[in-house]
């Protein structure tokens, strides 16, 4: 039996091991030219959506399908709010026995806390990591060992920042893939939309051809002749890409 954690960091050299691993039961252990045989069965674990990996070329589609046998999904805690006043006193015991000493709320802040924990305003976006992080920080702060309401205050604004600061546009991120920041600055806001889904299928694409198939899809049945490669090949150099420059980012 074989746990791999955050399978969806694999590179794509690692992803091909791995496949044929699976396949063949067969793989070359680190520094050895000696290939080794295994019959294991493969437990994955991943924080990321790796049908979205696939669409954007971070993530081999025949490896996801080899191993999307069943799949079971964890909730995030934003979703578990039954489970936010539990783990606050486990993250003070823990405490407490790392230091020798218990850190406590008083009545009014441990209520503001949790009523924001479990509010809409509470992103937990790393999970239980945020909700570690935040009751250390908060009992490394408390005076004479007492969190109070000024000290939850302060926590919960330094989350929303941080938070705010963490929230980032699918389709920006899209294109600083593909393009230089000074090329993303000069385009119209149409043309950004536009240009991040075309990358978006090209880099889902095995071919100029077949990426140009799948965008001229409904237009090409209107024309008597249609090359659909030539009128990608042309949009793209627009932007000054190159479906060659594409498939190496791609890579990379």
Same mark, same amino acid.
């Given at each position: 039996?074989?746990?791999?954690?955050?399978?969806?960091?694999?590179?794509?050299?690692?992803?091909?091991?791995?496949?044929?691993?699976?396949?063949?039961?067969?793989?070359?252990?680190?520094?050895?030219?000696?290939?080794?045989?295994?019959?294991?069965?493969?437990?994955?674990?991943?924080?990321? $959506?790796?049908?979205?990996?696939?669409?954007?070329?971070?993530?081999?589609?025949d490896?996801?399908?080899?191993?999307?046998?069943?799949?079971?999904?964890?909730?995030?805690?934003?979703?578990? +709010?039954? $489970?936010?006043?539990?783990?606050?006193?486990?993250?003070?015991?823990?405490?407490?026995?790392?230091?020798?000493?218990?850190?406590?709320?008083? *009545?009014?802040?441990? +209520?503001?806390?949790?009523?924001?924990?479990?509010?809409?305003?509470? *992103?937990?976006?790393?999970?239980?990591?945020?909700?570690?992080?935040?009751?250390?920080?908060?009992?490394?702060?408390?005076?004479?060992?007492?969190?109070?309401?000024?000290?939850?205050?302060?926590?919960?604004?330094?989350?929303?920042?941080?938070?705010t600061a963490?929230?980032?546009?699918?389709?920006?991120?899209?294109?600083?893939?593909?393009?230089?920041?000074?090329?993303?600055?000069?385009?119209?806001?149409?043309?950004?939309?536009?240009? +991040?889904?075309?990358?978006?299928?090209?880099?889902?694409?095995?071919?100029?051809? $077949?990426?140009?198939?799948?965008?001229?899809?409904?237009?090409?049945?209107?024309?008597?002749?249609?090359?659909?490669?030539?009128?990608?090949? *042309?949009?793209?150099?627009?932007?000054?890409?190159?479906?060659?420059?594409?498939?190496?980012?791609?890579?990379?």
């Amino acid at each position: 039996m074989l746990f791999l954690d955050e399978i969806g960091e694999l590179g794509a050299d690692e992803q091909a091991m791995l496949l044929r691993a699976l396949e063949e039961k067969a793989f070359l252990p680190v520094g050895s030219d000696r290939e080794a045989r295994s019959d294991f069965q493969l437990i994955a674990g991943t924080n990321r $959506d790796l049908a979205h990996a696939v669409t954007a070329g971070r993530f081999r589609d025949d490896l996801l399908a080899r191993i999307n046998l069943w799949t079971f999904r964890l909730p995030g805690l934003r979703e578990r +709010a039954e $489970d936010l006043e539990p783990n606050l006193d486990y993250e003070l015991d823990q405490w407490a026995a790392r230091h020798g000493s218990r850190v406590t709320f008083n *009545k009014e802040a441990r +209520a503001a806390f949790l009523r924001f924990a479990a509010s809409t305003d509470a *992103k937990w976006t790393a999970n239980f990591r945020d909700f570690n992080a935040a009751i250390i920080r908060m009992a490394t702060l408390a005076p004479g060992g007492r969190v109070t309401t000024a000290v939850v205050e302060d926590e919960i604004a330094r989350l929303n920042a941080q938070w705010t600061a963490a929230v980032s546009d699918p389709i920006e991120d899209r294109l600083r893939r593909f393009l230089e920041p000074d090329r993303i600055t000069a385009l119209d806001r149409f043309d950004r939309v536009q240009l +991040a889904e075309v990358l978006r299928v090209c880099a889902a694409a095995a071919s100029l051809s $077949d990426a140009g198939r799948t965008l001229f899809a409904v237009s090409r049945e209107r024309r008597t002749t249609s090359n659909d490669a030539d009128r990608l090949r *042309k949009y793209l150099a627009r932007f000054g890409l190159t479906w060659s420059g594409i498939a190496e980012r791609r890579r990379g």
